[in-house]
């Protein structure tokens, strides 16, 4: 309890540190990843390319990852954009499916009726396939968050600090209660993060959450 | 009448990549401030017929004019916007209200939302909805209110061409009669170039200037008013079509 006491702002900084570490792999992976599955979608090889695109990146190991990034990127070896790309990578990987599959599921007959109204490409995609495609598109960037959360650890054996500090250094002066409270803290923030996501989708996309949704009748 | 004002199919067919025949060289031609009534059984291209007009469907050969004019020759995103078009299922966007649905095109075409808004509150009087639905989303209206919801919005950006494709499927006999009575009287007050869909050939008679009937097939059996049908029908499928319907109007 003591050491909880003594190093509480230090465990507020580390904390800091893993949300804003976490922050940028999980938006920038979604931006990239989002419309770049919808592009793909669009063509049947391109499609199916896509779950082998998901697999082998995601297949990628992140330690020598973590190791090979400085050379191909020219950073040091201690730079934070190491982490931050590495990160990027996985959250593409984890997202170009389920953004393939959210544009998928969209009712074709929704897509049918706003061609007919006159939608543009541009207007049809920012208007209707988004936020049609939206529910499920957040399901997947929920995951993305946790998993990213998560990763960030990893950036301590390369010495790019989060909650990750604690595990190395409980680890290395055996000192359980340090490695507790790192998982303890780092699950926190993934719930926090998850909290907020879902409050964005809740304001973002009302229709889904009206009373009790009929069936469309069909004519 | 006869010379290309309003909307003219010139021998159009439609064969679809499996190898549905959907349309069969069919020539017809809907004048202009007129309402001509598609009629048919499923599936004999009726739809394939309409979407034809607005581009959603691009015939394998013949042409479709356009007060004149060859549809093919216009950009389809301009051509869409210019046409009212309420189709079969509702069509409504689930992500959007009442009420910025029916201000859809209005809004594409570079009407201030705001604007949009206060006319598709008027439309929706029009059509017969309270205006306490205006903000909800189509999951939360009844099929019939979607379907007025979509004649609706097939007006809000005041089209010359009127395309409605079986609009009044979801409703209740007297519901339905009440709706072909308001599309009457619109009519008789906007005088729009309509083509109506329906399967049915009482409504066609009542709402169509003009009705074309079609064939399993997608030929056209006869075009003609609702008295040359009922007198001088073309054949015996014609004949029974008629038929059916009359028994069905006795029956009710
Ligand atoms: N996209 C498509 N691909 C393949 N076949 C199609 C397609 N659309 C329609 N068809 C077929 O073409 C034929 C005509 O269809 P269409 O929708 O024009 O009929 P309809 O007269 O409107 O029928 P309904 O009264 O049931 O709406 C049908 O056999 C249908 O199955
Ligand atoms: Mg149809």
Redesign the pocket.
């Given at each position: 309890m003591n050491w909880l006491i003594l190093n509480c702002a230090q465990i507020l900084h580390y904390a800091l540190q893993h949300m804003l570490l976490s922050v940028f792999p999980i938006l920038l992976g979604t931006l990239v990843a989002v419309p770049l599955a919808r592009l793909a979608n669009g063509f049947r090889l391109t499609r199916s390319s896509i779950y082998v695109a998901s697999s082998v990146l995601y297949a990628i190991p992140s330690l020598p990852l973590l190791i090979f990034l400085p050379a191909l990127l020219r950073t040091k070896i201690l730079n934070p954009v190491n982490i931050e790309v590495a990160l990027t990578i996985y959250a593409i990987a984890i997202m170009l499916t389920s953004a393939s599959h959210a544009f998928l599921s969209i009712d074709p007959s929704v897509i049918h009726a706003a061609d007919a109204m006159g939608f543009g490409a541009w207007k049809k995609f920012f208007q209707v396939e988004l936020p049609l495609a939206g529910s499920q598109l957040l399901a997947g960037i929920r995951v993305v968050s946790v998993s990213t959360i998560s990763l960030v650890t990893v950036g301590s054996l390369i010495g790019v600090n989060s909650l990750g500090f604690f595990f190395l250094e409980g680890y290395q002066r055996d000192f359980p209660l340090e490695i507790w409270v790192g998982i303890a803290a780092t699950a926190l923030i993934a719930l926090l993060f998850d909290q907020i996501l879902a409050i964005c989708g809740r304001v973002l996309m009302p229709w889904n959450h009206r009373r009790v949704t009929r069936e469309r009748s069909a004519a | 009448m006869e010379h290309g004002l309003g909307i003219a199919w010139k021998s159009v067919s439609k064969t679809?990549?499996?190898g549905?025949v959907?349309v069969n060289n069919v020539s017809v031609t809907a004048d202009e401030h007129r309402t001509l009534a598609l009629v048919?059984s499923?599936?004999?291209?009726?739809?394939?017929?309409l979407q034809m007009v607005n581009r959603m469907v691009t015939p394998n050969s013949g042409t479709v004019l356009i007060q004149g004019q060859d549809n093919q020759g216009m950009n389809p995103v301009t051509l869409r916007r210019s046409i009212g078009y309420v189709l079969?299922n509702g069509g409504l966007l689930p992500n959007k209200t009442v009420l910025d649905n029916i201000a859809t095109v209005p809004v594409l075409q570079g009407t201030r939302r705001k604007d949009a808004r206060v006319h598709a509150l008027e439309l929706l009087d029009e059509v017969g909805l309270e205006k306490s639905i205006q903000n909800r989303y189509p999951s939360e209206l009844s099929g019939g209110q979607q379907q007025r919801v979509g004649v609706a919005r097939a007006l809000a950006a005041n089209p010359e061409i009127l395309l409605m494709d079986?609009p009044f499927a979801a409703v209740d006999p007297i519901v339905r009669r009440n709706l072909q009575d308001e599309l009457l009287r619109l009519q008789s007050e906007i005088g729009k170039t309509i083509v109506f869909?329906t399967?049915d050939i009482d409504e066609a008679f009542y709402l169509g200037d003009k009705v074309a009937l079609?064939r399993p097939g997608?030929t056209l059996a006869q075009v003609g008013t609702a008295r040359e049908l009922i007198d001088h029908p073309a054949d015996s499928f014609v004949a029974s079509f008629i038929n059916a319907g009359c028994l069905r109007s006795e029956l009710q």
């Amino acid at each position: 309890m003591n050491w909880l006491i003594l190093n509480c702002a230090q465990i507020l900084h580390y904390a800091l540190q893993h949300m804003l570490l976490s922050v940028f792999p999980i938006l920038l992976g979604t931006l990239v990843a989002v419309p770049l599955a919808r592009l793909a979608n669009g063509f049947r090889l391109t499609r199916s390319s896509i779950y082998v695109a998901s697999s082998v990146l995601y297949a990628i190991p992140s330690l020598p990852l973590l190791i090979f990034l400085p050379a191909l990127l020219r950073t040091k070896i201690l730079n934070p954009v190491n982490i931050e790309v590495a990160l990027t990578i996985y959250a593409i990987a984890i997202m170009l499916t389920s953004a393939s599959h959210a544009f998928l599921s969209i009712d074709p007959s929704v897509i049918h009726a706003a061609d007919a109204m006159g939608f543009g490409a541009w207007k049809k995609f920012f208007q209707v396939e988004l936020p049609l495609a939206g529910s499920q598109l957040l399901a997947g960037i929920r995951v993305v968050s946790v998993s990213t959360i998560s990763l960030v650890t990893v950036g301590s054996l390369i010495g790019v600090n989060s909650l990750g500090f604690f595990f190395l250094e409980g680890y290395q002066r055996d000192f359980p209660l340090e490695i507790w409270v790192g998982i303890a803290a780092t699950a926190l923030i993934a719930l926090l993060f998850d909290q907020i996501l879902a409050i964005c989708g809740r304001v973002l996309m009302p229709w889904n959450h009206r009373r009790v949704t009929r069936e469309r009748s069909a004519a | 009448m006869e010379h290309g004002l309003g909307i003219a199919w010139k021998s159009v067919s439609k064969t679809y990549n499996d190898g549905t025949v959907a349309v069969n060289n069919v020539s017809v031609t809907a004048d202009e401030h007129r309402t001509l009534a598609l009629v048919g059984s499923s599936g004999s291209g009726k739809t394939t017929l309409l979407q034809m007009v607005n581009r959603m469907v691009t015939p394998n050969s013949g042409t479709v004019l356009i007060q004149g004019q060859d549809n093919q020759g216009m950009n389809p995103v301009t051509l869409r916007r210019s046409i009212g078009y309420v189709l079969q299922n509702g069509g409504l966007l689930p992500n959007k209200t009442v009420l910025d649905n029916i201000a859809t095109v209005p809004v594409l075409q570079g009407t201030r939302r705001k604007d949009a808004r206060v006319h598709a509150l008027e439309l929706l009087d029009e059509v017969g909805l309270e205006k306490s639905i205006q903000n909800r989303y189509p999951s939360e209206l009844s099929g019939g209110q979607q379907q007025r919801v979509g004649v609706a919005r097939a007006l809000a950006a005041n089209p010359e061409i009127l395309l409605m494709d079986e609009p009044f499927a979801a409703v209740d006999p007297i519901v339905r009669r009440n709706l072909q009575d308001e599309l009457l009287r619109l009519q008789s007050e906007i005088g729009k170039t309509i083509v109506f869909v329906t399967h049915d050939i009482d409504e066609a008679f009542y709402l169509g200037d003009k009705v074309a009937l079609l064939r399993p097939g997608g030929t056209l059996a006869q075009v003609g008013t609702a008295r040359e049908l009922i007198d001088h029908p073309a054949d015996s499928f014609v004949a029974s079509f008629i038929n059916a319907g009359c028994l069905r109007s006795e029956l009710q």
